[in-house]
């Protein structure tokens, strides 16, 4: 393989297979929803991404979906749906006056499948049971069982990053995680907007010493990156205060959404959902911290190589996002490992991204099934941390684990 599409894949790999925390700053682009073919027409504001969840105006959505709304208040959503009165916990925004919320769980709550149509960028809400729902699945996706002393713990591969053909998951997703008395993923994404999170992520991901990215990278790097700027609607000086990770991780993310992948349909986003309307206890396994700490130690000389292999490779970067995600949909462990084995090429990178989070994960989960008390948990993890000698499989097993494909 050569190495350019070796770099690519790893790219591609750090933020749809590994990495949750990488600040996501893509332009947002229009957005439209639909419920049972029907376009729902906003009098007063529009759909929107927000750091990779797709928010909508929540009154006139429900009213779309003949929901009653009677109160929406300290991220507590009261509604009657076919007169039964539901409550559930969401995140909501105030855009202008208008109350926004999480396009996932509004349609879920209510009774329907949520679906995303990539080519129109459209969100689609179909009524279960009805005429046009399908009884496909998404995918196989990954999935491994480990019991120990009572306990037992799913180890689910994620892809951060995906969109609405990823869903339904197999029933044996869902009937695990309906058992689990925790969740575990990576990091608690939910609270990414939280003002705390947001200071943490701008203080790591900018230059807070009077420099800018042109002092930091070389005149030729500089100049395609102006170029691709210029090529994509975009400001040239647009990511001039961000240091070379957060900007290769920023067009990344542009392109992946303008592919129509979100973090919104990421499988941990779905799981994180959906334990916040069970209040279901998160746990994560690791920190906003110490995953954007890493990003921001890489050396100066791999954050410029990943700088420019995205921006030399900028125009096929959605093939190699589709391509990730029919690996994913097929479980192809096979194809999984192989684009895991593409970090080796790189020692630093191998060694942060992969090596060293991987027996921080296992440590944890060893302790998880170590502590006796009969619990289950439902782990949600990049899907490349899996496989491999360094995988979270392997060190599992290494310590005497039998480890279980689903």
């Known amino acids: 393989m050569k190495n350019w599409k070796r770099m690519l894949l790893s790219l591609t790999i750090s933020l749809g297979l590994l990495g949750t925390a990488v600040p996501a700053m893509a332009a947002s682009q229009e957005t439209s929803v639909k419920v049972n073919d029907e376009a729902v027409k906003y009098a007063t504001g529009a759909p929107i991404l927000d ?11 429900l009213d779309a979906m003949d929901v009653r709304l009677t109160t929406a208040k300290d991220d507590t959503i009261t509604a009657v749906v076919d007169g039964k009165t539901i409550t559930l916990k969401s995140k909501l925004t105030r855009i202008d006056g208008v109350t926004y919320a999480p396009i996932r769980i509004v349609g879920d709550a209510a009774g329907y499948e949520v679906r995303w149509d990539a080519t ?12 046009t729902e399908t009884a496909q699945t998404g995918g196989r996706g990954f999935m491994w069982e480990v019991e120990s002393n009572g306990n ?3 180890l689910v591969g994620s892809m951060h990053i995906a969109d609405e053909s990823f869903y339904p998951l197999r029933p044996e997703f869902e009937e695990a995680f309906a058992e689990a008395d925790y969740l575990g993923v990576e990091i608690d994404i939910s609270n990414a907007a939280d003002e705390t999170t947001q200071k943490l992520i701008l203080d790591l991901s900018m230059y807070e010493d009077g420099t800018t990215l042109k002092d930091h990278i070389s005149s030729e790097t500089y100049s395609s990156l102006v170029e691709l700027l210029k090529k994509s ?8 205060a961000f240091k070379p990770w957060a900007v290769q991780s920023a067009l990344v993310t542009l392109q992946s959404t303008t592919s129509g992948y979100e973090m919104s349909s990421g499988v941990d986003m779905y799981f994180i959902q959906k334990a916040i309307e069970r209040k279901l206890p998160v746990i994560g396994l690791e920190s906003y911290e110490s995953q954007l700490g890493m990003f921001n130690d890489f050396s100066k000389e791999l954050q410029e190589e990943m700088l420019k292999g995205t921006i030399d490779n900028f125009d096929v970067l959605d093939s190699s996002v589709n391509e990730t995600a029919e690996m994913w949909k097929t479980g192809n462990d096979e194809q999984l ?8 090429d790189n020692e630093e990178y191998n060694k942060a991204m992969l090596v060293d989070r991987n027996i ?12 006796g008390k009969g619990e289950e948990y439902f782990i949600v993890v990049g899907a490349a941390h899996y496989l491999g000698d360094h995988g979270i499989v392997k ?5 005497g684990y039998k480890v279980e494909r689903k």
Do not use: C, Q
């Not at 750091?51 to 959505?61: A, D, F, I, S, W």
């Not at 490992?337 to 080796?344: G, N």
């Open 51 to 61: 750091k990779g969840t797709t928010l909508v105006p929540l009154r006139t959505t």
């Open 120 to 131: 129109t960028r459209t969100v689609l809400l179909v009524s279960k049971g009805g005429a």
């Open 152 to 154: 037992t713990i799913y």
């Open 233 to 240: 609607g975009l400001e040239p000086k647009a990511f001039d």
């Open 337 to 344: 490992l192989e684009l895991t084995d593409t970090f080796s």
């Open 360 to 371: 921080g994960m296992a440590d944890k989960i060893d302790g998880y099934l170590k502590n």
């Open 395 to 399: 060190l599992l097993e290494d310590k």
